[in-house]
């Protein structure tokens, strides 16, 4: 059975291949934008992701968040550094940001889960 | 079966014990005030549950809808009522609002549907 | 020399005159729905205005605000109930919010100003 | 087995038939003016629905843009045209709208997919 | 003296240029993109112009629904096609959209007001 | 002659104190909280005050924008930084942002200026 986190990657990496393939140019530079505009600068990775994560946070992206959580968890954020970025989070973006705040966690406790071995 | 009341709870209490099991202190003191904000002052809790829906209606949060149906339908606030403060948040805030009308309509059938016998 | 309310009401009116009178239909019933959606029903003018002022409290509309703020005073609401709905505002729709709170208290403040004798 | 067109189709009507049926009169006159503002005028009928779309797109309505998906479909608005104006969403809305573009993307993949023979 | 239409170019251009100016390649590139998304393609410019000055107005920023309100005034687009395009935005975004509709209604006065002889 | 920077620093505390002096629980719990969630934690000053400054780009809040950014000035976060972390803000937040971009800027340049000598 595929957890969250697969379903997720399977069904964003599915679109974005047909979408890409379609050949409108602005969503192409839109996306290819988004790749560049994460990798270091005047800014380390790990901030800029945090920024992602809050950015998807306060404007109630599900999918934008779940994105950022993965990055954030590669790039090797730690939980309490991710929590903290998801409190400011909440604290400007107001209650209303809480129901993500709740699916963020769950996801982010797939991100840790251990991986059951290859061969599903 | 569950109902989609029942559901909903479930997941939000498990949810919410886990954040704050994470000893957070800006999200403990972001949902300790949001306990507070409802309680009676100058203002009684049936009105304050409704600005509460309606601040949910306007923001577009489904799960922030369903959380103040079910405080308001606990709190005695009949079904003219709520429609009539959903007819204002659809009203400010546009037919977008429309989808989240529907379903927090059927959300509100199920509060109002006789409970089945416990032992599911 | 003119206040903020008087300010306010006077650009509002011409600027409502002007676009009512070029007869878009569809604007003229939304304008027309604004003013039925105020009045008493299942729920009184005064929770209906509250309402309105939360809706556009975490909307971030400052006119809307400023609107809803001068019919509540107009209907009686006190002062320790219209601050107990934006905090309700400020609460669900974040710190965000914050700036609109004050401009909505100083908006206030006018409202309950001594008004100069007529004579400008 | 139903498409996601029919179940989105068929959940709208039946909720839109309970919420109608309720007699509250803003929100009656908001659906009808919903229908009303999509007829031709000084724009076409292709335009305004364009129009809908994008409003839909850009304020991350997941039903609105399947609904107007749908009608722009009818219309006979070719994907291209339509891509289009998704792409200009996108770039208004920021990344953020991505995720919605891919679920758009699906439902007008569906909207355009042969149907099957009757009888299911 | 300057009237509104020429104050905000003034402050655009020159605002635009400091920032372009900066070297942010990400901010360049969305500028970049911002130009070439309303180029006729699949759609004309017209509607394109259009689609822009209803994302921006349900999305309720006053300096973006400007741009588009001239750049539709030098497309030729007619009033009545305008306030049509502005109609469905204030259905869809609600009439928390009405005071920026104000504020469209009279910054497109001011683009049809006949000019001054230059020699301000 | 007062810049931007005071003028916006001086109505900030003189509403804030207002409001505060008023003794809304709720609302003074809120202020407060934000005075905490902004302090070292396991993330840094710093880049705390780069996802206030994201989160309130993204939100298009105007006096957030400008109350981080001079925090984010006083903290010593240089202008390659702050662009890096608007940059993304747009980007995510899309052109919508842009109108921000341009005042945000503007106001940097103001935090960059040379002071005056006291004596106003």
């Known amino acids: 059975m595929k957890n969250q986190v697969e379903e997720f990657n399977e069904y964003r990496q599915k679109m974005n291949e047909k979408i890409l393939g379609d050949n409108n140019k602005i969503i192409k530079r839109i996306f290819n934008l988004d790749t560049n505009a994460f990798t270091a600068g005047a800014l380390d990775v790990k901030t800029k992701e945090l920024l ?6 306060v404007l109630r992206c599900d999918d934008c968040i779940k994105y950022h959580l993965e990055t954030s968890y590669k790039e090797g954020l730690s939980k309490e550094e991710v929590m903290e970025a998801l409190s400011i989070a909440t604290l400007v973006g107001g209650t209303i940001v809480i129901p993500h705040l709740r699916r963020a966690y769950e996801f982010w406790e797939e991100l840790e889960a251990p991986q059951p071995p290859k061969g599903e």
Do not use: P
């Open 52 to 57: 992602g994560l809050v950015a998807s946070t």
